[in-house]
């Protein structure tokens, strides 16, 4: 492996020896060569490594996978966090990352495969190799096949294996892109605005309707407020605003236009903030207090669907 530089492998296993086969020797390794080395994964799957590790197990990082960031961008910010705080200088990291695939919704699970080939981009340059197991005795199909489309290549073993099937991270994303439903003939909306302040008081209505209050409220107006703020960004744009509920969730549909182009790339708002003041944080932000936040162009418009729990949600 190169010593610089992001690498992304996926790992197909069927049985707990398939699994070992390729964590122990990429785990011990890494540890042997004194670079830190965290295994996120089932409670299952950490005993496995651990027994297997003997006395260098001391040295592994865990984390069981289900609370290690539970929706993409949480995932990412996850990432970089364990990279900047457990980095040493002329040693790569080593990361043993497993989704939790099982119980999600259709929805969740495509962003999920849309965040791991997103990865390809938003951790290059960093000196990480990534090995992603999923364990094809609990995952859906079609998910053990987005594997093999997300990674250039998987392992088996220590055989490296390239994967004919890999695309492209923005043109994987475009094709994953949930259908857009159109919104419903009774939603609220507002006409083209080039003010947060008018964003924010159609966000707060909208939401004291459909019956949140106090801090989900609060937050739910933060998100869309940031997320208009990212698109009005470039001067003489302008944002109208639909809103409408659905079952368990508020939806948020801000469309801007403008002379000037709007930045939308397929993966913005995934890293959070850096040093400096960046376009991107607020959308970093609006992602994070979101359920689940859609940023596309369609020729001069850019489209962003924003989802925030709805009040009869708990948790």
């Not at 439903?181 to 006409?191: C, F, H, K, S």
Request: contains cysteine; hydrophobic residues 45%.
């Amino acid at each position: 492996m190169p010593a610089d530089g992001f690498v992304h492998h996926a790992c197909l296993y069927g049985t707990d020896a398939e699994f070992l086969a390729t964590a122990v020797p990429f785990v011990r390794d890494g540890l042997a060569a004194g670079e830190p080395v965290l295994a996120a994964t089932t409670p299952a799957n950490i005993d496995l490594l651990r027994r297997a590790l003997g006395e260098r197990a001391h040295a592994l990082d865990t984390a069981e996978t289900a609370y290690f960031g539970r929706r993409p961008v949480e995932r990412v910010s996850a990432f970089l966090r364990y990279h900047d705080r457990r980095a040493r200088p002329g040693r790569r990291t080593r990361v043993l990352a497993e989704p939790v695939w099982c119980g999600r919704s259709a929805r969740q699970v495509a962003e999920w495969k849309r965040m791991e080939s997103g990865l390809n981009v938003l951790l290059a340059g960093l000196p990480v190799w990534m090995i992603c197991p999923y364990d094809t005795r609990n995952v859906p199909a079609d998910v053990a096949r987005a594997a093999c489309a997300t990674h250039p290549a998987r392992l088996d073993g220590r055989r490296l294996i390239p994967c004919t099937g890999y695309a492209e991270p923005a043109a994987y994303a475009a094709g994953m892109a949930p259908p857009r439903a159109p919104a419903p003939a009774g939603a609220a909306r507002t006409g083209p605005t080039a003010t947060t302040a008018t964003v924010r008081l159609f966000a707060r209505e909208r939401a004291v309707a459909a019956g949140l209050r106090g801090e989900r409220l609060g937050l739910a107006v933060l998100a869309v407020c940031e997320a208009a703020g990212y698109l009005l960004a470039p001067a003489g744009t302008r944002v109208a605003l639909r809103a409408w509920e659905e079952p368990g969730q508020l939806v948020y549909e801000l469309l801007c236009t403008g002379p000037a182009s709007v930045p939308a790339p397929m993966f913005a708002g995934y890293r959070p903030p850096g040093g400096r003041p960046g376009p991107e944080d607020g959308l970093w932000l609006a992602r994070t207090l979101s359920e689940s936040l859609d940023i596309r162009a369609q020729g001069a418009l850019t489209r962003l669907t924003l989802r925030v729990k709805g009040p009869r949600t708990f948790g």
